[in-house]
Antibody, heavy 118, light 107 residues
Framework: QVQLVQSGAEVKKPGASVMVSCKAS????????MHWVRQAPGQRLEWMGW????????KYSQKFQGRVTITRDTSASTAYMELSSLRPEDTAVYYC???????????WGQGTMVIVSS | DIQMTQSPSTLSASVGDRVTITCRAS??????LAWYQQKPGKAPKFLIY???SLESGVPPRFSGSGSGTEFTLTISSLQPDDFATYYC?????????FGQGTKLEIK
């Protein structure tokens, strides 16, 4: 079945970087965009950016520009999101989500909790 | 950036009730609106796209309407599995944005 499986929870210190992976299965990885969305505790969902796995083209939210990098490995059907210069307010669950039907998110990963604390 | 505002923030209802959630955009998004359902500790589940098109497998008791800046999600007869938080999302322009959520609680 179509699914996205993300890497496990991370605990990082302020100023560090974190990389979250998202492995796709059950569909052609290069045929759909991959987005990253985060949700801080008790907060709304927040879109971070996306990658076209076919050509590696990316688009980032201005809020995260300069701190976020989204990449992919087509041989592994895996997308990656790296967030640098972490702050306590980056503590959140990070989701990857497949883009379809004009960029709605039809399939979601299970989420990866990232805690930023000294 | 386009701001999305949902009302109410919390809605108490009973099984069998008909409920409506409203989502307003700060500027016109034509019909580029989606709805998601999220349960505690889980990823969101995609329900509706292009304001009123039901995703395959979503029960027909869910429906969406609206265009421009005002949209609604209606559940015609609440079932126990429907108690969750619902989010709208615009995908008219970057950065894509979500409403603050509407928590649907059992009365």
């Amino acid at each position: 079945q179509v699914q996205l499986v993300q890497s496990g929870a991370e605990v990082k210190k302020p100023g560090a970087s974190v990389m979250v992976s998202c492995k796709a299965s059950g569909y052609m990885f290069t045929s759909y965009s991959m987005h990253w969305v985060r949700q801080a505790p008790g907060q709304r969902l927040e879109w971070m950016g996306w990658i076209n796995p076919d050509d590696a083209n990316t688009k980032y939210s201005q809020k995260f520009q300069g701190r976020v990098t989204i990449t992919r490995d087509t041989s592994a059907s895996t997308a990656y999101m790296e967030l640098s210069s972490l702050r306590p307010e980056d503590t959140a669950v990070y989701y990857c989500a497949r883009g379809a039907r004009g960029d709605v998110f039809d399939i979601w990963g299970q989420g990866t909790m990232v805690i930023v604390s000294s | 950036d386009i701001q999305m505002t949902q009302s109410p923030s919390t809605l108490s209802a009973s099984v069998g009730d008909r409920v409506t959630i409203t989502c307003r955009a700060s500027q016109s998004i034509t019909s580029w609106l989606a709805w998601y359902q999220q349960k505690p500790g889980k990823a969101p589940k995609f329900l509706i796209y292009k304001a009123s098109s039901l995703e395959s497998g979503v029960p027909p008791r869910f429906s969406g309407s609206g265009s421009g800046t005002e949209f609604t999600l209606t559940i015609s007869s609440l079932q126990p599995d429907d108690f969750a938080t619902y989010y709208c999302q615009q995908y008219k322009s970057y950065p894509y944005s979500f409403g603050q959520g509407t928590k649907l609680e059992i009365k």
